[in-house]
């Protein structure tokens, strides 16, 4: 007994929409350049034969009016033999070839009857209409595919005269434009696929060149670069200003990044040199106990300063991304800035910085007591490391009819107006402070947590006289 193989699935073939998306996009803007100029090109030939068939018709029409006219003057002044002359002279005439001319008695019946080329009188059946109709009555040549508009009036004697035009002409001059539509229809396709490549390559010029750019950047990690393009203008002008800016902006944070980075090496350096020293140092030999806790407890200081540095960074990345968590309880904001001005005398005094405190009964508010008390460190510690000895830190607390606030006053170095709208900004120091060391964390961690709280911090400055910076709580 055989089996016969299971079929294998056949790989299906990708639609038009997705097969046109594989395209380059240059291949496609060309293409559809072209396309749209061909169909462009194909509706203007529409509408310019329908434009024609219509002028032709009513110059056939007026045609056949002015030889009704002439023909009833001269059937009036000359009689038939002055109409069998006039027709003969028509007969000449390539146009007067599709003329017919029918006078007949009271009773239709026919006395002079002048036939347009190619029609017999058998064409016509019964030729008859109205006396007086302003529009001209259509008859069909089945024969000869052709058609016939007649106008007859009323003649004084109580006959007819009928002057017909034959559509002989016009239909091969309207047969005659659809036989030239393909020889100018190839031109305009080569010319609109030859306008849409020169266009597209012109038009993709600066984004190859972008492109090009972004790869070597990105080949290369190298951000300082910037991209020209004499091509470019209008929108693609304020896509190149705005991708160099965006450059820039790219190697400023790179930058910043590694002088954080650099920063935060060396605060995690300092605490971890202490922990391998002290355990060095107490396992050289012998101690007695106290040694030992007492190398311990500097093991545990300089473990809490490391794990405070990983801290700062943490909740940074917290405030960046909205989401710290708050620990709410009744907290005296009075208590707090004395406590800060009593954690900071020290380090001021060494820095020859005086540090005072003014509390103006700002009261309670409901916070996170651990997050409120590092805001006001961070702009306390801000304060006094950029103000020179023998300036002046001052924290005042108090309050007005919708808030309670802290201001941390300083004589410092002062901040440039330019810089302090992004004084706020993570890893950002201005060009006054980037000598001292920091993560460039503090003011824009301390401004989340006055935010997460419903507050807010603002800064004011002068350069060269110092800083203000506010801290504003809501009342509980």
Do not use: C
Not at 13 to 21: D, I, K, L, T
Request: without cysteine; negative net charge; charged residues 25%.
């Amino acid at each position: 007994m055989s089996s016969a193989p299971p079929d294998r699935p056949r790989p299906g073939r990708p639609g038009v929409v997705r097969a046109w998306r594989r395209r380059p996009f240059g291949v496609r803007l060309a293409l559809g350049y072209a396309a749209l100029f061909a169909l462009s090109a194909g509706v203007l030939l529409g509408i310019a034969y329908a434009a024609l068939g219509l002028v032709l018709v009513r110059q056939d029409a007026a045609y056949l009016r002015d030889q009704l006219g002439a023909v009833e003057q001269i059937y009036a002044r000359d009689g038939l033999d002055g109409v069998r002359r006039y027709a003969a002279a028509l007969q000449e005439d390539d146009r007067g070839e599709e003329v017919l001319i029918r006078i007949a008695d009271a009773d239709n019946a026919a006395r002079l009857l002048v036939l347009p080329d190619a029609w017999q009188q058998s064409d016509f059946g019964v030729l008859d209409g109205p006396s007086e109709a302003p529009i001209p009555r259509e008859i069909a040549n089945a024969r000869e595919g052709q058609t016939l508009d007649v106008l007859t009036r009323r003649l004084p004697s109580g006959g007819r005269l009928q002057v017909g035009l034959s559509s002989d002409e016009r239909e091969d001059t309207l047969e005659a434009l659809p036989r030239v539509f393909p020889v100018v229809a190839v031109p305009l396709v080569l010319l609109a696929l030859l306008g849409g490549w020169f266009m597209a390559n012109r038009a993709l010029r600066p984004v190859r060149r972008l492109v090009g750019a972004l790869e070597a950047m990105t080949a290369t990690g190298d951000v300082r670069q910037r991209v020209t393009s004499p091509e470019a203008e209008g929108e693609l002008a304020d896509l190149f200003a705005l991708f160099n800016q965006t450059l820039g902006r790219v190697e400023a944070l790179v930058v910043q990044l590694g002088s954080t980075l650099d920063d935060v090496a060396h605060d995690l350096r300092t605490p971890l040199t202490a922990v391998r020293g002290t355990a060095e140092v107490a396992l050289s030999r012998e101690r007695e106990p106290e040694a030992y806790r007492a190398a311990l407890a500097r093991v545990i200081a300089a473990t809490e300063a490391a794990e405070g540095t990983l801290d700062t960074v943490m909740e940074a990345a917290e405030a960046e991304a909205g989401t710290l968590a708050l620990d709410l309880t009744p907290v005296s904001l009075d208590a707090l800035a004395r406590g800060v001005v009593d954690l900071y005398e020290t380090a001021a005094s060494e820095k020859g910085v005086g540090l005072t405190v003014e509390t103006g009964g700002a009261g309670t508010v409901s916070g996170d007591e651990r997050r409120l008390r590092r805001a006001l460190a961070n702009l306390a510690d801000n304060a006094i490391k950029y103000t020179p000895p023998g300036g002046r830190v001052t924290l005042t607390a108090g309050h007005d009819a919708s808030a309670v606030w802290v201001a941390v006053a300083d004589t410092g170095v002062g901040i440039d107006s330019s810089e302090l709208p992004r004084v706020f900004d993570r890893l950002y120091r201005s060009e006054r402070t980037r000598h001292e060391r920091g993560l460039g964390l503090g003011l824009g961690l301390a401004r989340a947590v006055a935010e997460a709280h419903g507050g807010s911090l603002t800064a004011e400055s002068v350069p060269g006289q110092g800083s203000v910076f506010t801290l504003r709580l809501p009342t509980a």
